[in-house]
């Protein structure tokens, strides 16, 4: 099936329910069995636990590992939990990790906060290193950890060089394919080992759900399956409900978010006050070519550079905006706008470039509308410039 049948019907079972198109939603901790003979089988079944799994949760399991490509799924409470799932899965006492100097501010935190009480090291690389990272692999080398685009910074990294380069000294990948949101970019395909997702944004796409989830391939799972297991993570049955519903429209929205990132960074890239457009699909960018290679397309989250002498003239542009809100997460049908510090969390690579980074989500508002009121905004930082 192409993608936007597999939206369409994957995890579909009516036949299992009545006739009922979309999955009932389960609520369940206790299953009952019949019988003690029943209990004592019960591994032969399904559903045996509400924490192990229900019928609604099998539907988005299903979902993310059709859509991914992988052998298995487990769900998360959220992309963090995801994150932290698939680090624990292949990282053990003892053990390196390599991870992009680009990534998630909350995957640097675990690294360096959580996962340095199990003694395990974390050491992380330039994003554009591609497959020279063979030259940071060790002994013990565990995991290679990508993320592609970056977070704040939106660098696309070589996924198969780096896939292969840890292929040949047998240490797993991981990649967290979130901006990609599974439609647009395929890690498994590329060489990685696992893959994790913030269902939280675009996968869910209304700004209201909180979900994780790691898919594996063949080898991968069964290892992340039992890190799942043991630490006793689940997903709530009414976020799995709607993020199954939300992935039904992926194939629709994500088009209206490139349209109008695309349509943003074309007229950001044209204004005096921006020094830097970061967006992967722009061809000037340094990613664009591997973007090209790698990717389907864009989604609407992207980074630009603007000078900007003070904070209060950052207030004065922020405070004033109608359509974008100022809010952490991205991915649902609005717009966002937040300042960004790169050069906070930066250890193997130095960010310096100067002026104020912002990083924008484009929602699936008018793209007209949404450059007035930046343009408006613009106007009251040069307006607070000039008067103080």
């Given at each position: 099936?192409?993608?936007?049948?597999?939206?369409?019907?994957?995890?579909?079972?009516?036949?299992?329910n009545?006739?009922?198109?979309?999955?009932?939603?389960?609520?369940?901790?206790?299953v009952?069995?019949?019988?003690?003979?029943?209990?004592?089988?019960?591994?032969?079944?399904?559903?045996?636990?509400?924490?192990?799994?229900?019928?609604?949760?099998?539907?988005?399991?299903?979902?993310?590992?059709?859509?991914?490509?992988?052998?298995?799924?487990?769900?998360?409470?959220?992309?963090?939990?995801a994150?932290t799932?698939?680090?624990?899965?292949f990282?053990g006492?003892?053990?390196?990790v390599?991870?992009?100097?680009?990534?998630y501010?909350?995957?640097r935190?675990?690294?360096?906060?959580?996962?340095?009480?199990?003694?395990?090291?974390?050491e992380?690389?330039?994003?554009?290193?591609?497959?020279?990272?063979?030259?940071?692999?060790?002994?013990?080398?565990?995991?290679?950890?990508?993320?592609?685009?970056?977070?704040?910074?939106?660098?696309?990294?070589?996924?198969?060089?780096i896939s292969?380069?840890?292929?040949?000294?047998?240490v797993r990948?991981?990649?967290?394919?979130?901006?990609?949101a599974?439609l647009?970019?395929?890690?498994?395909?590329?060489g990685?080992?696992?893959v994790?997702?913030?269902?939280?944004?675009?996968?869910?796409?209304?700004?209201?759900?909180?979900?994780?989830?790691?898919?594996?391939?063949?080898?991968?799972?069964?290892?992340?399956?039992?890190c799942?297991q043991?630490?006793?993570?689940?997903?709530?049955p009414?976020?799995a409900?709607l993020?199954?519903?939300?992935l039904?429209?992926?194939?629709?929205r994500?088009?209206?978010?490139?349209?109008?990132?695309?349509?943003?960074?074309?007229w950001?890239?044209?204004?005096?006050?921006?020094?830097?457009?970061?967006?992967?699909?722009?061809?000037?960018d340094?990613?664009?070519?591997?973007?090209?290679?790698?990717?389907?397309?864009?989604?609407?989250?992207?980074?630009?550079?603007?000078?900007?002498?003070?904070?209060?003239?950052?207030?004065?542009?922020?405070n004033?905006?109608e359509l974008?809100?100022?809010?952490?997460?991205?991915?649902?049908?609005?717009?966002?706008?937040?300042?960004?510090?790169?050069?906070?969390?930066?250890?193997?690579?130095?960010?310096?470039?100067?002026?104020?980074?912002?990083?924008?989500?484009?929602?699936?508002?008018?793209?007209?509308d949404l450059?007035a009121?930046?343009?408006?905004?613009f106007?009251?930082?040069?307006?607070?410039t000039?008067?103080?």
């Open positions: 099936m192409k993608l936007d049948t597999l939206l369409t019907h994957v995890g579909l079972h009516p036949d299992e009545d006739g009922i198109l979309n999955p009932p939603v389960y609520h369940a901790s206790t009952l069995f019949k019988d003690l003979d029943a209990f004592e089988q019960k591994r032969a079944v399904k559903v045996t636990y509400g924490r192990n799994g229900t019928p609604t949760t099998f539907a988005l399991e299903e979902a993310f590992t059709a859509l991914e490509g992988g052998a298995g799924t487990v769900l998360v409470p959220s992309g963090l939990a994150i799932t698939a680090l624990l899965a990282a006492s003892g053990s390196h390599l991870l992009s100097d680009s990534v501010g909350p995957t935190r675990v690294a360096t906060r959580f996962l340095s009480r199990f003694r395990i090291e974390c992380f690389y330039d994003p554009r290193l591609g497959r020279d990272i063979e030259r940071l692999l060790r002994a013990n080398t565990a995991l290679v950890f990508i993320e592609s685009p970056g977070s704040w910074t939106f660098e696309v990294q070589d996924t198969p060089a292969a380069a840890a292929r040949s000294a047998g990948v991981v990649a967290d394919n979130t901006w990609g599974g647009l970019h395929k890690p498994l395909a590329l990685v080992d696992a994790v997702h913030a269902g939280t944004k675009y996968v869910s796409g209304h700004a209201d759900v909180m979900a994780g989830a790691v898919i594996g391939n063949e080898e991968t799972f069964p290892l992340v399956k039992r799942w043991d630490q006793g993570h689940t997903l709530g009414d976020d409900y993020t199954l519903r939300g039904r429209t992926l194939g629709v994500l088009p209206r978010h490139q349209e109008n990132g695309l349509h943003l960074a074309h950001l890239r044209s204004r005096p006050e921006v020094s830097q457009v970061m967006h992967p699909a722009l061809p000037e340094p990613g664009h070519p591997i973007w090209k290679r790698d990717f389907t397309g864009a989604c609407g989250l992207f980074g630009f550079v603007m000078d900007c002498p003070s904070r209060d003239a950052l207030r004065a542009f922020l004033g905006l974008f809100g100022l809010g952490d997460s991205w991915g649902g049908y609005e717009s966002l706008l937040v300042p960004t510090h790169p050069e906070r969390l930066r250890t193997a690579t130095q960010w310096a470039v100067k002026g104020q980074c912002m990083r924008v989500h484009a929602g699936l508002e008018d793209p007209d450059v009121d930046l343009e408006r905004g106007q009251r930082m040069r307006e607070f000039l008067t103080g």
